[in-house]
């Protein structure tokens, strides 16, 4: 009863004090005030969110309707995507009631913004605490690295993708895209720093031959619905393979035989009896094409046409297959589909 009456006494000198205009918050049946405790009074965000420690005078359930944080002024309430109320972020709640959040999503141009906190009663009049905090926060920096510039195919290397300063409440999560290789094992760290998420995951990752020039990424989801991504090419050393798309044509005479090789660096190709009569193509990225001429009798005369490709990482060869056109029995046992094959009769 004693509680009751206490309470009855403190609402009523809060709207007196409304009424009259006083800003320093209203004043209890003897004579302290009730009180709003900020334990900083300036608070750099990281990525994701801000954490506002709070405390403030708790008063009777049955005179208090609502607790409600503000941005700027009390006319712009936050609303509960931006905001979540927590536990245990303030020290000095002995005797206060704990009004700590968290301020979700913080993004954009680096800021400053104010926030304060007002309390609506269940006589509807609101206490509006002169106290505020100023909370600054800064874009996003992300960071992709590898652990070496040149990846070689086959042997594994290390990619890391991290995220600097996430904010603590933040459970972030990334995603790797661009990737050909499925031979890969991430490695997820989290560091606790001076308030601060360091998060960051290493990637295990063994490249094949045609992740050169690829473009990978790592994508950060983080806060409460944020994402960030960072972006790298990969250069990617593999050794000469000569493709089954090489074979040699022959039409009438004549042999066109062509050579496709891929590797990085690039490969040197050739053909050991008849270097000298190639016409090479490129990509000028992974995939080399050698063109030899040689008529039917210089074929009938060597028998076979070898093709070597060569780079500093191995080599290569294959004795290409003969396509004889117009003899479609013999052309179906090498399905062979090349795009630009060069035509002898237009040379
Ligand atoms: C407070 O406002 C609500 C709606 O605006 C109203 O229903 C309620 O009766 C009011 N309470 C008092 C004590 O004035
Ligand atoms: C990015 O990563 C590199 C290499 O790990 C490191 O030197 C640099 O400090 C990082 N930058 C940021 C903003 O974390
Ligand atoms: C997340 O953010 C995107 C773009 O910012 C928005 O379109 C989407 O509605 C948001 N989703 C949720 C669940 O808030
Ligand atoms: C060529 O074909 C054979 C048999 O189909 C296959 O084993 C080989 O891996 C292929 N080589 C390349 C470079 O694709
Ligand atoms: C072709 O490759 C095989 C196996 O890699 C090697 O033993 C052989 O000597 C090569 N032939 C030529 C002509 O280079």
Redesign the pocket.
């Known amino acids: 009863m004693q509680r009751m009456k206490f309470s009855v006494g403190l609402v009523l000198l809060c709207v007196l004090h409304m009424w009259i205009g006083s800003s320093s918050g209203c004043f209890a049946e003897d004579g302290g005030h009730l009180e709003l405790h900020l334990e900083q009074k300036f608070i750099t965000a990281a990525a994701g969110c801000a954490q506002i420690p709070c405390g403030f005078t708790d008063l009777p359930t049955a005179y208090m309707a609502s607790e409600i944080w503000f941005k700027g002024s009390p006319e712009s309430p936050l609303g509960p995507e931006e905001v979540e109320k927590t536990n245990g972020l303030s020290r000095a709640l002995s005797t206060l009631k704990e009004c700590s959040i968290i301020l979700w999503d913080l993004i954009g141009l680096d800021r400053t913004e104010e926030y304060g906190f007002m309390l609506k009663l269940a006589t509807n009049e609101t206490q509006i605490f002169p106290e505020t905090v100023q909370v600054s926060y800064s874009a996003v920096k992300m960071n992709i690295s590898l652990s070496s510039d040149v990846m070689v195919a086959t042997k594994m290397t290390v990619l890391t993708c991290s995220l600097s300063d996430l904010c603590l409440a933040s459970d972030p999560k990334i995603t790797w895209k661009g990737l050909r290789s499925k031979k890969y094992f991430p490695q997820r760290h989290r560091l606790k720093e001076d308030k601060v998420l360091k998060y960051y995951e290493k990637l295990l990752y063994t490249p094949v031959p045609e992740d050169h020039q690829a473009e990978v990424t790592c994508e950060v989801t983080f806060g409460k619905n944020l994402t960030a991504s960072a972006s790298v090419t990969l250069t990617v050393h593999s050794e000469p ?4 798309s090489s074979a040699c044509t022959q039409q009438q005479n004549l042999l066109t035989c062509v050579c496709v090789s891929q590797g990085v660096p690039l490969p040197d190709v050739h053909s050991p009896l008849l270097q000298d009569k190639s016409v090479i193509a490129s990509d000028g990225h992974m995939i080399v094409k050698s063109t030899f001429m040689i008529t039917a009798e210089d074929f009938g005369r060597i028998g076979t046409v070898i093709c070597i490709a060569t780079n500093n990482l191995g080599q290569a060869n294959m004795t290409l297959p003969v396509i004889f056109e117009g003899n479609p029995d013999q052309s179906n046992e090498i399905p062979v589909i090349f795009e630009g094959n060069p035509d002898p009769d237009t040379e």
């Open positions: 393979q000569i493709l089954n």
